[in-house]
C-alpha cells in the first residue's frame, strides 16, 4: 500500500478507465487491468489469462421496479466468464504464480484444489492453457453434471470422493502437505487478490460512484472477503471516499455464518452442511470464516439466509424477468428481497446483487422447478405445455392464453 499511494487516485482512475476495452496484453482482462494492485512484479509472459473479468452490470430494472419497489437495483453477472463463474478472476492470478514458479525451475509439478464444482472447472481450464497438470477432489453426486464434466473435459485428474466438500477438503490440505502439489483453494490468498478486482470494477462501472450496498452469497467465504478488500483499497488509494454496506447470503441449509452473526458475533460453531440447490455454498466449516468476520464488521455488514424455496422463486422471478441466475444468486435475492420487506434497505438505495455463477451450469434444478418434480415447490413454474399436432388443438391453447393475459 504504501508504494501505491506515491500515485493519487484520480492517477488510478484513469489508469484503469484507459484499459477498458483494449486487447494490449494483458490489460484487456477486467483482472489484469488492475495488475499493480493484484500481483506486481510477474512478467506478462508468465500470465495465464482468459480475458476473464469485464463481466456485465446489468440494470435489473424489470426486477427492480416489480418486486422490489427500487429504481436502482443491479446484477454484476460475474458468471459471464470463461468458465462460467467468478472463480475465473482468482484463478488467472493463481495459474500465472504456478506458472512463473515451474519457470524458475521451484518444485511444483501441480495443481490440486477440493471443489463444490466451480473451482474445479476453473483450475483445470487455466491450467490446461498452460500445460500445468491439475488434480480435484469432489464430492461425489453433490455437484451438477455441467460444472463435474468441465474439469472432466479439460483433461484434470478427477477424483469423486464419497464425502461432503468439508471431508475433500481436509483431504487435500493432507496431501498438498506430503506431495509437490500447490494448493489453489482460496485460503491461497493470490485467489481472492483477483477476486477483489470484481469489486473495483463495479466502482469503475458506477463512474466511481460508490453503492448503498452490495450483496454476495457466501460458502468458504473468501469471496465477501475479497469485495471488501477491493472496495477498501479504492477507499484508502483515494479513488473513492466511502465504501458500501456488505451483505453476506447464505442457505439456510448451510449458514454457521449466519448463526454466528445472530449470536453477536459470540461463538462460531462449524456445522454439518445439508444438501442446498446451492451446491457450491454447501459449506459447513469454512475456511475463511475470520476473514469474513473482518469484512462484514468493518463494512457495517449484515448476514441473511435464505430457504430452498425462498432460493428457487427468488431465481425463478428474476429469470421471468429477463435473466438466467444460478440458485447462489437467488440465495442474494432472497437476502435482498427480506432486507427490502424490512425497510432495512430504502427503495432509493442504489443496490447491487453479486450473480456468482451462469445459470446454464445449473438447468437441472431449474428443469426440476418448473416441472413441479420438487415437492412442495413452484409458485413461479411455468411448465411447457403438451400439444397434439394439429391446428383446433394449437388454436385452442393460445385462445386461453390470450384470454389469461387480457385479464
Ligand atoms: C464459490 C462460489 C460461491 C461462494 O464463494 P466463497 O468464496 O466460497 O464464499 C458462491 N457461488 C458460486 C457459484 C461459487 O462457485
Not at 443491479?74 to 472463480?87: A, D, L, Q
Not at 524458475?104 to 483445470?124: H, I, N, Y
Not at 497438470?133 to 455441467?146: E, G
Request: hydrophobic share 40%; charged share 20%; net charge neutral.
Amino acid at each position: 500500500m504504501e508504494a501505491l499511494k506515491k500515485f493519487d487516485g484520480a492517477y488510478w482512475r484513469s489508469l484503469f478507465d484507459s484499459r477498458v476495452g483494449k486487447t494490449t496484453w494483458p490489460y484487456g482482462s477486467g483482472v489484469w487491468s488492475k495488475k499493480e494492485w493484484v500481483l506486481p512484479e510477474i512478467d506478462p509472459d508468465d500470465i495465464v489469462s482468459a480475458f476473464e473479468g469485464n463481466s456485465n452490470l446489468f440494470w435489473a430494472e424489470r426486477f427492480g421496479k416489480q418486486f422490489l419497489g427500487m429504481n436502482d437495483f443491479w446484477v454484476k453477472h460475474c458468471g459471464i466468464s470463461h468458465t462460467g463463474s467468478f472463480k475465473d478472476l482468482g484463478m488467472t492470478v493463481l495459474v500465472s504464480q504456478v506458472n512463473r514458479l515451474r519457470k524458475l525451475k521451484r518444485p511444483v509439478f501441480g495443481v490440486g484444489c477440493a471443489s463444490t464444482g466451480d473451482t474445479s472447472a476453473a483450475l483445470s481450464a487455466y491450467c490446461a492453457a498452460a500445460g500445468i497438470p491439475s488434480i480435484v477432489f469432489l464430492p461425489a453426486n453433490k455437484i451438477s453434471t455441467a460444472q463435474l464434466v468441465q474439469p472432466i473435459s479439460n483433461g484434470a485428474l478427477v477424483l469423486s470422493i464419497d464425502t461432503d466438500f468439508d471431508g475433500c477438503m481436509k483431504l487435500i490440505r493432507e496431501v498438498t502437505s506430503e506431495l509437490p502439489i500447490y494448493l489453489a483453494n482460496s485460503l491461497n490468498s493470490l485467489r481472492l487478490e483477483g477476486q477483489k478486482t470484481a469489486a473495483i470494477e463495479i466502482l469503475q462501472q458506477f463512474d466511481w460512484e460508490v453503492p448503498d450496498w452490495v450483496i454476495v452469497p457466501g460458502g468458504n467465504l473468501g469471496n465477501i472477503y475479497a469485495f471488501y478488500k477491493g472496495f477498501k483499497m479504492c477507499q484508502e488509494l483515494g479513488l473513492v471516499n466511502r465504501i458500501p454496506r456488505l451483505v453476506c447470503a447464505q442457505a439456510a441449509n448451510a449458514n454457521p455464518l449466519y448463526l454466528y452473526y445472530k449470536s453477536g458475533w459470540k461463538e462460531f460453531k462449524p456445522l454439518k452442511a445439508n444438501t442446498t440447490f446451492a451446491s457450491a455454498i454447501q459449506i459447513g466449516d469454512p475456511v475463511s470464516i475470520d476473514r469474513a468476520v473482518f469484512a462484514l464488521r468493518n463494512s457495517n455488514g449484515i448476514v441473511e439466509e435464505a430457504t430452498e424455496e425462498e432460493l428457487m422463486d427468488a431465481m425463478a422471478l428474476a429469470d421471468s424477468t429477463g435473466m438466467f441466475i444460478c440458485p447462489h444468486t437467488g440465495v442474494a435475492l432472497t437476502a435482498l428481497i427480506k432486507l427490502r420487506n424490512s425497510g432495512v434497505i430504502g427503495s432509493d438505495d442504489r443496490t447491487v446483487v453479486v450473480s456468482t455463477a451462469h445459470g446454464l451450469k445449473f438447468t437441472q434444478s431449474k428443469t426440476d422447478y418448473h416441472s413441479g418434480d420438487i415437492p412442495g415447490m413452484g409458485r413461479f413454474a411455468n411448465p411447457p405445455v403438451l400439444v397434439k399436432a394439429d391446428f383446433g388443438s394449437v388454436m385452442d391453447v393460445l385462445k386461453d392464453f390470450l384470454l389469461s393475459k387480457k385479464k
